[in-house]
């Protein structure tokens, strides 16, 4: 079964630093891989997927991730932290051949951004 | 843009009460999805629908049921509320609209639940 871990429940930068959310994924194949953030009291809003195109895929607000199948991981980074990236996070996975779209999410990781 | 109403931002309902979220979608999608999300745990799959009065259970499916008698609208029901259903209830839908797209799911707002 796939699986998805993201590593760290919550992390803690200051404004202007690097931002590195970590996931991996177990599968036998590549599966599309997601992010999504979540705003205090909202739902989730797409960030970035990987669909088997460039493993580099670039999503809104500066944040990119890297698909690297040897390490079956799927990272989140951003180069400068701004107060507003404050939110919740999460990495999903979604298998390639799945009836009806569904989405396998991790536990997410809440990042707080200090001035 | 994709558009996913819930119908209520909070509710509090006491024990035992018969519970009703809606969630109506406006792009023409296949399928919807409901979730709870609790601290810790991430989201977990209730119940999904790749179709009209299709239904099939996700992960954590007890104590709850769903209907889907129009393709825009998908409904929730706890049957008897409980204390530990109290939650964050999140609906998506996603679909073959934009093809490749189809693997996206876009979100309502949620909704909070609080069991008295």
């Known amino acids: 079964a796939q699986s998805v871990t993201q590593l760290g429940s919550h992390v803690s930068v200051s404004e202007g630093a690097l931002v590195l959310l970590r996931c991996n994924y177990s599968s036998s194949v590549p599966p599309y891989l997601f992010w999504y953030v979540q705003y205090p009291n909202q739902g989730l809003q797409l960030l970035l997927k990987y669909t088997s195109a460039a493993t580099l895929v670039k999503g809104i607000n500066g944040f990119e991730a890297e698909f690297k199948k040897s390490e079956t991981s799927f990272h989140l980074t951003k180069p400068s932290a701004h107060m507003s990236d404050a939110a919740e996070y999460f990495c999903a996975v979604s298998p390639r051949y799945n009836q009806g779209g569904k989405l396998i999410f991790g536990q997410g990781t809440e990042l707080s951004v200090k001035p | 843009d994709v558009k996913v109403t819930q119908s209520s931002r909070y509710l509090v309902k006491r024990t035992g009460e018969k519970v009703f979220l809606e969630c109506v979608q406006d792009?023409?999608?296949?399928?919807m999805f409901w979730y709870r999300q609790d601290p810790g745990l991430g989201l977990r799959l209730i119940y999904f629908s790749y179709d009209v009065k299709m239904k099939e259970k996700g992960d954590i499916p007890e104590g709850y049921s769903v209907s889907r008698e129009k393709k825009e609208r998908f409904s929730l029901i706890l049957e008897s509320a409980s204390t530990n259903q109290t939650s964050m209830y999140l609906c998506?839908?996603?679909?073959?609209?934009?093809?490749?797209?189809?693997?996206?799911?876009?979100f309502g707002a949620g909704t909070r639940l609080s069991v008295l």
């Open positions: 998506a839908s996603s679909g073959l609209a934009g093809g490749r797209a189809k693997n996206i799911q876009y």
């Open positions: 792009m023409d999608h296949e399928n």
